[in-house]
């Protein structure tokens, strides 16, 4: 069974945080460099990708704990597994083998789930980052014409990213936390020209952030604007996750429900940030702000960002059982 078949039939579960799980492993520098990266010259603590490599073992009971607790979709740990995004490490030439290693983790885990549970399929999206540069802002206010990086560098190193995701068994796509669509479109040509390549199509989910309370994306998108820029590439799902918590996030994904002839996805932060930088809302509070979603029939996956945990999912989980979910015109679903 496919990933739009279960879609049609219920609300999906996606996981939550890996970065907020991987915290608490108290991992040292040890841990990242691993008898790989031993004699690099530069501190590689906060490579969180590079876990997949080093300590697989980690990054792998993270995922069977997000599919203890319910659910149907993990997310590879690749988040920042583009060569744009490694070059800060001097890795910038490990990016297919990090992100190909990461996706056999994550399959291998949910494989595990479904032989012991068939019903219950689970699926491995491969997480695409937004990378640490943006194709439409300058990073110089006084050059305000000047970009960090092209189109077709962001294109090429996307396409290596994908290639090791889809060499390592995802089954679907996942472009997220988009804070410039541009990028995201950079993302998406190189997922399609790929596609083109090897003919193997794999489903694309999409999701964006919007930034703060005046409701756009960092490069200065409504949710309207960005649903209408992404509208004529076969996308799966659109959605929002990231920055905001559920109660914030919530009129832009209604926006986006309303709108949308795709299956939508949210997948919030646990709140929004405390003084310290920490996430303080609990499964039960995120839950209670979450089931507005489900009662509202706004969405088809429904996840944690920021600060969830596999308490968080499970208690999303409990709201989407059994619960009938967001309809779309067939006609105009993905096929």
Same mark, same amino acid.
């Given at each position: 069974?496919?990933? /739009? /078949?279960?879609?049609?039939?219920?609300?999906?579960?996606?996981?939550?945080?890996?970065?907020?799980?991987?915290?608490?492993?108290?991992?040292? @520098?040890?841990?990242?460099?691993?008898?790989?990266?031993?004699?690099?010259?530069? !501190?590689?603590?906060?490579?969180?990708?590079?876990?997949?490599?080093?300590?697989?073992? +980690? $990054? /792998?009971?993270? #995922?069977?704990?997000?599919? *203890?607790?319910?659910?149907?979709?993990?997310?590879?740990?690749?988040?920042?597994?583009?060569?744009?995004?490694?070059?800060?490490?001097?890795?910038? #030439?490990?990016?297919? /083998?990090?992100?190909?290693?990461?996706?056999?983790?994550?399959?291998?885990?949910?494989? *595990?789930?479904? *032989?012991?549970?068939?019903?219950?399929?689970?699926?491995?999206?491969?997480?695409?980052?937004?990378?640490?540069?943006?194709?439409?802002?300058?990073? !110089?206010?006084?050059?305000?014409?000047?970009?960090? $990086?092209?189109?077709?560098?962001?294109?090429?190193?996307?396409?290596?990213?994908?290639?090791?995701?889809?060499?390592?068994?995802?089954?679907?796509?996942?472009?997220?936390? +988009?804070?410039?669509?541009?990028?995201?479109?950079?993302?998406?040509?190189?997922?399609?020209?790929?596609?083109? @390549?090897? @003919?193997?199509?794999?489903?694309?989910?999409?999701?964006?952030?919007?930034?703060?309370?005046?409701?756009?994306?960092?490069?200065?998108?409504?949710?309207?604007?960005?649903?209408?820029?992404?509208? #004529?590439?076969?996308?799966?799902?659109?959605?929002?996750?990231?920055?905001?918590?559920? *109660?914030?996030?919530?009129?832009?994904?209604?926006?986006?429900?309303?709108?949308?002839?795709?299956?939508?996805?949210?997948?919030?932060?646990?709140?929004?940030?405390?003084?310290?930088? @920490?996430?303080?809302?609990?499964?039960?509070?995120?839950?209670?702000?979450?089931?507005?979603?489900?009662?509202?029939?706004?969405?088809?996956?429904?996840?944690?960002?920021?600060?969830?945990?596999?308490? #968080? $999912?499970?208690?999303?989980?409990?709201?989407? !059982?059994?619960?009938?979910?967001?309809?779309?015109?067939?006609?105009?679903?993905?096929?």
């Amino acid at each position: 069974m496919n990933i /739009q /078949q279960q879609l049609e039939k219920k609300i999906l579960v996606l996981d939550g945080a890996m970065g907020t799980m991987i915290q608490r492993y108290n991992l040292r @520098e040890e841990d990242f460099r691993g008898e790989f990266f031993n004699e690099s010259k530069i !501190d590689l603590k906060g490579n969180n990708d590079l876990l997949s490599l080093t300590r697989p073992d +980690v $990054i /792998q009971e993270i #995922h069977e704990q997000y599919l *203890k607790a319910g659910a149907d979709i993990i997310e590879t740990n690749s988040f920042s597994g583009t060569s744009i995004a490694q070059s800060d490490y001097s890795l910038d #030439h490990i990016a297919y /083998q990090l992100n190909k290693a990461s996706a056999k983790i994550a399959k291998k885990a949910a494989n *595990k789930f479904t *032989k012991q549970d068939p019903q219950k399929p689970r699926f491995v999206a491969g997480a695409i980052g937004p990378t640490n540069k943006t194709a439409s802002l300058s990073p !110089d206010v006084s050059n305000p014409g000047y970009r960090a $990086i092209t189109f077709d560098q962001l294109k090429d190193a996307y396409k290596e990213q994908v290639r090791g995701l889809i060499d390592g068994g995802v089954d679907v796509l996942l472009v997220e936390t +988009v804070f410039d669509t541009l990028n995201a479109k950079a993302a998406l040509y190189a997922i399609q020209e790929l596609a083109d @390549e090897t @003919e193997k199509r794999i489903p694309i989910m999409v999701s964006g952030t919007i930034t703060d309370a005046s409701g756009r994306t960092l490069s200065g998108q409504t949710v309207e604007a960005f649903l209408i820029s992404l509208s #004529h590439v076969p996308i799966l799902s659109i959605g929002f996750n990231c920055a905001l918590g559920a *109660k914030q996030l919530y009129p832009y994904v209604k926006t986006l429900s309303e709108q949308s002839n795709r299956f939508v996805s949210a997948y919030p932060n646990a709140g929004l940030p405390n003084e310290f930088g @920490e996430y303080d809302q609990g499964p039960e509070a995120m839950a209670k702000e979450v089931s507005s979603y489900v009662e509202g029939n706004l969405v088809n996956i429904l996840g944690g960002c920021c600060g969830t945990t596999p308490d #968080h $999912i499970q208690a999303m989980a409990e709201i989407v !059982d059994g619960v009938t979910p967001r309809l779309l015109n067939k006609a105009e679903a993905i096929q």
